[in-house]
């Protein structure tokens, strides 16, 4: 059943052969263009086909095709940004070019449909890497070689499942796996039935590299929780950017796939808000802040929003709200909001605070002094501990949230944020944000209730 399920799922990954000559007539194309003005760059980088459409491992309903321009080691970091900028404006025009960043910006496009990375690199000796991107070349040349196409294959199942289960994806947003980790892990494993199988058997701190170099790479990683060494580089941790959350996702994915086998696993689903969820009382605990902001690289956004909400639902607990879920959504161009859903709305008038042993009379003056003028009542507890019965600053959800939006530098809302979500903000309380229609919005709701549309502990 399961060999079946596979078999059937790897039909529905596997591009047609006009597909392939779409693709690769696209890719001559956007190759032709590039070498045509690279050619009068003072540098003549040598123009390389990479990623997933060169390695052969591309989904048929995305077809990336990524280009690396690579550069003599005399061009310094600002010429790479600068000359593979110019090209590209040459080759595809100003105006239809996406500035992205990595460890250094390069230039996304559209060709019939087909996006297109142009990223500079240097051209260097293996483990010389001045640059991240350095390496892909030699990504491009290992994959060739050490992966059969039946493994090919394997890593476009691979892929479809993990994007089925949304744990697919480099970017901040998501935290998930790459298309070359897909590609390593296979190398791994040997082929996905081998790997879904395994995962069963993943503890933390998940080490997945060669035999022999297990302890050099415990010792090399000390304190990270995922390590996935790049084939061509032991130094190079691949896991360091995977959420624990999303390989959490892909584990209990594979889980339930090998349970009851189908292609419904293979399938991405729509998310649709829950109205059996939003009609529980819990649903009221909701408080939502959208705000609108400039328009920004995606992952610099994310960075930035992940981080808010990190600052935030700490703060709330802080001040003693206990949050059960937070989430972040946007539209990725100039809105995005914050959502909490909270235990209660509202706290107690009161809050105790327990102070040093009495025996301690230095730190028992200063918490005295300290507490003196706001306190309702001191006691001494069965431990022989000061005790402070004091009244709280804040007691309800809403409350805290104005005071953030005050002084949001305060609370740790990151700095290209502060203003926007000061000024341009709307708070929506309980039910209320059912009212805003917007997609994006009504999705991060439903991320609140059903994480990524699954439930596996039914």
């Known amino acids: 059943m399961l060999s079946k399920i596979i078999e059937e799922a790897r039909r529905l990954t596997t591009p047609t052969p006009e597909l392939y000559k779409k693709v690769g007539e696209i890719a001559e194309q956007v190759v032709s263009k590039i070498r045509k003005y690279a050619q009068h760059s003072p540098f003549n980088p040598e123009v390389i086909t990479g990623g997933s459409y060169a390695r052969d491992t591309w989904l ?7 280009i690396f321009l690579r550069y003599p080691l005399e061009a310094s970091k600002s010429d790479l940004e600068e000359d593979s900028h110019k090209i590209s404006c040459e080759a595809f025009g100003k105006s239809n070019l996406i500035i992205r960043y990595a460890e250094h910006p390069y230039v996304e496009t559209y060709v019939n449909d087909a996006r297109v990375n142009i990223v500079p690199c240097y051209k260097v000796e293996s483990g010389n890497w001045l640059t991240a991107a350095d390496r892909s070349p030699y990504h491009l040349e290992f994959m060739r070689t050490n992966l059969s196409p039946r493994q090919k294959s394997d890593v476009r199942l691979l892929k479809k499942f993990m ?7 480099a970017e901040i947003k998501i935290g998930g796996f790459s298309g070359y980790m897909c590609e390593v892990l296979i190398y791994r494993y040997k082929n996905f039935e081998n790997l ?3 995962s069963q058997k993943w503890r933390l701190p998940l080490i997945i590299t060669d035999d022999d170099k297990v302890e050099y790479v415990k010792e090399r ?3 990270d929780k995922i390590i996935i060494t790049d084939p061509i580089d032991i130094n190079r941790n691949l896991g360091r950017a995977l959420y624990i959350a999303t390989i959490s996702r892909f584990i209990l994915e594979s889980r339930s796939f090998l349970k009851n086998p189908s292609g419904e696993f293979f399938k991405e689903e729509k998310k649709k808000v829950s109205k059996r969820q ?5 649903a009221n605990n909701l408080l939502a802040v959208v705000f609108e902001h400039e328009r920004m690289s995606v992952d610099i956004l994310w960075g930035m929003l992940n981080h808010t909400l990190s600052s935030l639902t700490k703060h709330f607990e802080k001040f003693d709200f206990k949050v059960i879920r937070s989430v972040v959504t946007s539209d990725e161009k100039k809105t995005s909001a914050f959502i909490f859903l909270f235990q209660t709305m509202t706290i107690s008038q009161y809050q105790i605070r327990a102070g040093p042993y009495i025996f301690d009379d230095d730190n028992l003056q200063k918490f005295l002094s300290k507490n003196r003028n706001n306190t309702r009542l001191f006691w001494i507890d069965d431990e ?8 709280r600053p804040l007691t309800s959800t809403t409350s805290l949230l104005e005071e953030i939006l005050k002084d949001p530098t305060r609370f740790g809302v990151s700095k290209k944020i502060v203003q926007p979500l000061k000024k341009k903000n709307k708070i929506y309380v ?21 994480p990524k549309g699954k439930n596996y502990f039914d």
Request: hydrophobic share 35%; charged share 40%; glycine share 10%.
């Open 60 to 66: 048929p309903e995305k077809a990336d095709i990524d």
């Open 163 to 169: 994007k089925a289960s949304e744990s697919y994806g």
């Open 196 to 198: 879904i199988k395994d």
């Open 221 to 223: 990683f000390l304190g």
């Open 278 to 282: 939003l009609s529980l009382p819990l």
């Open 384 to 391: 022989g501990k000061i005790c402070a019965l004091k009244d």
């Open 430 to 450: 309980g039910k209320e944000i059912l009212s805003d229609k917007r997609k994006w919005l009504l999705e991060g709701v439903k991320e609140v209730f059903e």
